[in-house]
């Protein structure tokens, strides 16, 4: 039961331009959104999160969005930059568990 | 500060044996979480702790997989025996609240492969 869906596994973008990564969830109680990052060899670190009370949260070049009437949400990196490539997985807290969706992979072309 | 340390970094096994994975939290966290990560599922929940004690053990597969924490600074995950659909990377995370609020911290992660 993935309450959590990523449907883009890879996402290729050319430096400079903007990657727009996406998420849905399932799961209306969900009332807190995270991003986090992974790199190759590495755990996933922390990025980005929003409240369900908003609807954007922006630091620096990351901005993530936040539809509820939808259940979706992205996040903006502008402009990506070659360091940008990694594995992007969204996660949403219910209670004290955490649910991950299967990631997307963002490759920058230089 | 020292961050989540995991061990071993890579383990290669052959199918049967035993394989033991092993975590040390951040110093003052009270919510320790195992996850793995493969391909087809993206991370998994197998199971949480919470003051070294298992909260929610419904994502541990099979009986072969086993979990203990005995104090607050170390954690390890079992299993006996191990098969080769059991290779992926496993991570350790922990969190200083476990709530919406809090961000998780994994560890570098253990990859597995059994043969």
Known sequence: DQQVKQNSPSLSVQEGRISILNCDYTNSMFDYFLWYKKYPAEGPTFLISISSIKDKNEDGRFTVFLNKSAKHLSLHIVPSQPGDSAVYFCAAPKGNQFYFGTGTSLTVIP | ?115
């Open chain 2, 1 to 115: 500060d020292a961050g989540v340390i995991q061990s071993p970094r890579h383990e290669v096994t052959e199918m049967g044996q035993e394989v033991t994975l092993r975590c040390k939290p951040i110093s003052g966290h009270d919510y320790l979480f195992w996850y793995r990560q493969t391909m087809m599922r993206g991370l998994e929940l197998l199971i949480y702790f919470n003051n070294n004690v298992p909260i929610d053990d419904s994502g541990m597969p099979e009986d072969r997989f086993s979990a203990k924490m005995p104090n607050a600074s170390f954690s390890t995950l079992k299993i006996q025996p191990s098969e080769p659909r059991d290779s992926a990377v496993y991570f350790c995370a922990s969190s200083p609240s476990g709530r919406a609020a809090g961000e998780l911290f994994f560890g570098e992660g253990s990859r597995l492969t059994v043969l």
